[in-house]
């Protein structure tokens, strides 16, 4: 297995077991969508933003709160733009 593979499990994990099941779903499906066609820079600019936590991303994105936590980034944009 390579790096890139094991960065990706992780990536799922750690997408799909936040705590709530809001983001469970939200970064789920969104890493379920794109993970399969994300660079190695994107998929480092996603672990960015799983150690982000619930609560703040949950207001970034379902408040459309703006926070100067969340990078911004292509992924970023991606995860903005994602519907459910």
């Not at 066609?37 to 933003?49: V, Y």
């Given at each position: ?27 789920g499906g969104f890493v379920k969508k794109h993970i399969d066609h ?31 936590i969340i990078p911004n980034n292509k992924v970023s944009e991606m ?6």
């Amino acid at each position: 297995m390579t790096n890139k593979e094991i960065l990706k499990k992780q990536i799922i994990y750690r997408s799909t077991h936040r705590g709530t099941k809001e983001m469970d779903i939200l970064l789920g499906g969104f890493v379920k969508k794109h993970i399969d066609h994300f660079t190695d820079d994107e998929l480092k600019e996603f672990e960015q933003i799983l150690v982000i936590e619930d609560e703040i991303l949950y207001r970034w994105y379902f408040d459309k709160k703006d926070n100067n936590i969340i990078p911004n980034n292509k992924v970023s944009e991606m995860l903005k733009k994602f519907k459910l």
